[in-house]
């Protein structure tokens, strides 16, 4: 995809390695923070060009950005970053990296549930440690590197999955929400995984 329909989202979780961020912002064509992300923004040394949520976790100091919007959205039935994703899908956008996804188990995990919700909107990747990539269907080709941790966990109650470049390969098997694809091992420098049916987490 190009740079015009990918947008950065900053969350409020732990951050990790920065410089990583930095490099994803200039890939993106949008930085936009969830309430608190802002905080990473202006620790990184970025310019957002949008701040969403309702404003409760805002530091007490920000940088004076020029040109950056403050949308305030008081839905109570969405988080901060399902604000943003709903934003970037409005505005044509058709994937969303997210930095500073991970933190206590909770917020992690009402993460992931919202990514798997807007799915069909946006393709979704977590940066991180571990980075993980949700793959809808069709064929995705991942480089890591040999020998690298992989885990694939279905997004769906199941789904079918091939793989090439693992360790233990799936062929055309229906993986479920569950432990099967727990502690994988890429063989070489690519991953491919093709998604017949369903949508597959990849954390590597």
């Known amino acids: 995809m190009s740079r015009s329909t990918r947008v950065l989202i900053l969350l409020n979780g732990d951050l990790g390695k920065g410089s990583s961020v930095r490099g994803a ?37 920000l940088p004076r950005w020029t040109d950056t919007v403050f949308l305030c959205d008081f839905d109570a039935d969405t988080n ?58 069709g064929r995705h080709r991942v480089a890591l590197s040999r020998g690298r941790r992989v885990t694939l966990i279905s997004a769906t109650e199941r789904s079918r999955v091939e793989t090439r470049g693992l360790a233990f390969p799936l062929k055309n098997e229906w993986l479920e929400r569950g432990s099967r694809g727990l502690s994988n091992k890429a063989t070489g420098a690519t991953v491919v995984v093709k998604v017949r049916q369903g949508r597959v987490w990849l954390l590597a």
Do not use: T
């Open 80 to 137: 901060d970053f399902e604000k943003a994703l709903r934003f970037a899908a409005e505005r044509g956008f058709k994937e969303a990296w997210v930095a500073a996804a991970y933190g206590a188990p909770d917020y992690a995990l009402v993460n992931f549930a919202v990514a798997e919700r807007w799915a069909h909107k946006l393709s979704m990747r977590f940066l991180g440690e571990p980075e993980a990539r949700l793959l809808g269907p």
């Open 25 to 61: 912002a200039r890939e993106c064509g949008l930085v936009a923070c969830a309430d608190g992300g802002a905080r990473h923004a202006a620790k990184l040394g970025l310019k957002p060009r949008l701040v969403i949520g309702d404003m409760d976790s805002l530091p007490a100091r």
